[in-house]
């Protein structure tokens, strides 16, 4: 809400913002394309897929409404990202008027990284002392972010094969295998932080999907 606000103070910021929300094209919506790429997002954003929504669920009590659960998540999660829009629309309208091009060139050449370089430009709106006190926010927050999405997922990792171990008679502490499995990832990990990072990254979720379908 603070870089909404402030963003929205910017020069250029209304035509970005207009960008956002007042080039809406019903056409596309007849488009299984479009719908394709919006359910791509939103699987990815909740990760049902992957088993993490099943493996929380074994934490709740009896008596939780799964049901309001759901719906405060996903109602949560798609207001922030129509929230954070206007945040990224308003930079990407101020970055438009300094360059004196349109909103489009500059909101197409960005890319998936769309959203991290203009939230890292915003921090110059802030000024001198402020703008170091929300880069290191920004930033704390995109590592917990990272943190948030590792537990997920590595606890999910952990369950399943706990439960794997246990049916063969095998009973490791949970600390035991949590420790192998995140040894194990973090080495895997390690070549996706090379320069060829995110080519890996595609044919392994290239690999994955022709393996499923």
């Known amino acids: 809400l603070v870089l909404v606000i402030v963003s929205a103070t910017q020069e250029g910021a209304r035509e970005g913002i207009e960008f956002y929300i007042g080039k809406f094209d019903g056409s596309e919506l007849t488009k299984l394309s479009v719908w394709a790429t919006a359910l791509g997002q939103i699987l990815f954003s909740l990760s049902p897929g992957f088993g993490t929504a099943i493996t929380y669920s074994s934490f709740v009590s009896e008596k939780e ?38 909103v489009e060139e500059v909101a197409t050449r960005g890319g998936t990284g769309l959203a991290f370089i203009t939230i890292a430009e915003a921090m110059s709106f802030f000024g001198s002392g402020i703008e170091n006190v929300m880069s290191v926010l920004f930033y704390v927050t995109l590592l917990t972010l990272g943190l948030d999405s590792s537990y997920a997922w590595t606890e999910t990792i952990v369950s399943s094969v706990e439960e794997r171990l246990v049916s063969r008679g095998k009973n490791y502490r949970t600390w035991q295998v949590t420790l192998v499995l995140c040894i194990i990832m973090f080495l895997f990990g390690l070549v996706f932080t090379t320069r060829m990072g995110n080519e890996i990254l595609d044919v392994s979720i290239m690999c994955c999907c022709l393996i499923f379908t």
């Open 65 to 102: 409404d799964v049901y309001k659960a759901g719906m405060i998540v996903c109602v949560a999660n798609s207001a922030f990202s129509l929230i954070a829009g206007f945040a990224i629309f308003a930079i990407v309208g101020h970055l438009a008027w300094e360059e004196g091009v349109s």
